[in-house]
């Protein structure tokens, strides 16, 4: 017998449900590998200041390991997020292993699965070129790419587009699991609420819908909003973050007051 509509709505919530859990379980893991791979990183740190260059080698490849199982649990999480979200229910018995299999098949990018190019990797070995080398480009790289490698995050804007906070400032901060951008969760949540329900990401530009549920604070959120305020600390500029999405606005105001 076909299930009928309300039996598959609550079949569809109990998968997405136990998808949810799923994957903040994950996330909590990929939170504790980034932990490890900073504190790799001091470590390493105060041995190349020892010119302790063998055991510096032997923890960047302890790194190389835990980003390659970072990026697993990464796509763990977005290929179980998916299943949950696409499951429909059906009268024939559901082939959960065959779904997430194709997720993860989908998922899988072969032109970022090279670690060597991680941001992660970059930075580490950019920190440690620099305890020696300061303001001396690595071999093998423009300078270009150093600007970019010592200043990546995985924080695309600055500050609540609505509140205007800047992010490091947030005591609530909340990120969009769709367009990854971060706000003030009373203040996005108000301005979800405002619209009906649903309403565009306040970046101008950024096609995504956002809901009440589609905003979360995730463990890694937490690590990327610490690691930008230890970047801070450092005197690293932070209004290099711009997201790719900001609204031509400024240069329009601009133009109009030539």
Same mark, same amino acid.
């Given at each position: 017998?076909?299930?009928? @509509? &309300?039996?598959?709505?609550?079949? +569809?919530?109990?998968? *997405?449900q136990?998808?949810?859990? $799923?994957? #903040? ?7 504790e ?17 020892d010119?302790?260059s ?21 796509l ?24 997430f ?9 072969? @032109? &970022?699965s090279?670690?060597?190019? +991680?941001?992660?990797l *970059?930075?580490?070995?950019?920190? $440690?070129? #620099? ?26 804007n ?23 951008h ?56 932070t ?20």
């Open positions: 017998m076909a299930p009928t @509509s &309300s039996t598959s709505s609550s079949v +569809h919530e109990r998968i *997405r136990a998808a949810a859990t $799923i994957q #903040d379980d994950n996330q909590s893991l990929a939170s590998i980034r932990k490890s791979i900073d504190r790799l990183r001091n470590i390493a740190l105060d041995l190349e200041r010119n302790q063998q055991k510096v080698k032997e923890l960047e490849n302890a790194v190389l390991e835990l980003i390659e199982i970072y990026e697993e649990c990464q763990f999480s977005s290929a179980v997020r998916s299943v949950g979200d696409a499951y429909e229910p059906e009268p024939e018995l559901t082939n959960f292993g065959k779904l299999d194709n997720e993860m098949a989908k998922l899988r990018d072969p @032109s &970022s090279n670690p060597q190019n +991680h941001p992660l *970059r930075k580490f070995r950019q920190e $440690i070129w #620099d305890v020696h080398h300061h303001g001396q480009p690595m071999p093998g790289d423009e300078q270009e790419d150093i600007v970019m490698t010592s200043t990546q995050t995985n924080i695309l600055a500050a609540c587009p609505l509140s205007g906070k800047p992010v490091i400032e947030l005591s609530s901060p909340v990120r969009g699991k769709d367009c990854k971060i706000y003030d969760k009373e203040a996005i949540l108000g301005y979800i609420k405002s619209n009906g329900g649903d309403a565009g990401c306040p970046i101008t530009g950024c096609p995504r819908i956002l809901l009440a549920d589609s905003v979360s604070c995730d463990h890694l959120l937490l690590c990327d909003i610490e690691e930008l305020r230890s970047m801070s600390k450092q005197n690293v500029p209004d290099v973050i711009e997201d790719f999405t900001e609204s031509n606005e400024d240069e329009d105001s601009d133009e109009d007051d030539m």
